[in-house]
């Protein structure tokens, strides 16, 4: 693909965060797969979170950090939120299902993609979360044909 559609945010605090979610939120089509990028503490969870409540979810969001991955049915959608950051081998990845999860129809959300790199589907928006002296910047980047569908969404 020539171009990658790019969209900066900046978040001065969870409010911010909660605003951009749900914008990114309605440009999300099903089988999206999300690469969630940033230092431990950077917002991804919190992301996430902001992602669901612009759904209107209404229960508890919490890092899958010890179970790897929790689901979500919001609004009639589907969501995977995968934390990596405790996997120990990218095998652990294929031993536990979760290439089921890609079935096309869930949206998929994944922290710390690296750590099962080669066993992921290719990721439609890399988001990154960067610390700023005030606050974060969200920088996301289409890489797909469904990336770039979503990404124009977002730009209008």
């Known amino acids: 693909m020539p171009h ?22 309605q440009a999300m089509q099903p089988g999206l797969v999300v690469y969630l990028q940033g230092d431990l503490g950077a917002g991804k969870t919190t992301l996430v979170r902001g992602l669901l409540r612009a759904l209107g979810y209404a229960g508890r969001v919490k890092s899958p950090t010890y179970t790897l991955l929790e689901s979500y049915s919001v609004a009639g959608r589907e969501w995977a939120h995968f934390d990596l950051y ?17 079935d096309g129809t869930k949206i998929l959300l994944i922290e710390w993609p690296d750590k099962a790199a080669g066993y992921l589907p290719p990721a439609d928006w890399v988001v990154t979360l960067v610390r700023m002296d005030e606050g ?10 469904l990336g770039e569908i979503c990404g124009h969404a977002l730009q209008s």
């Open 136 to 145: 974060r910047q969200l920088q996301l980047v289409a890489q797909s044909e």
């Open 86 to 102: 405790r996997m120990q081998d990218a095998e652990e990845w294929d031993a536990a299902g979760f290439r089921d999860e890609f």
């Open 4 to 25: 990658h559609s790019r969209f900066v945010a900046d978040l001065a605090d969870e409010a911010a965060t909660l605003a951009v979610a749900g914008r990114l939120v």
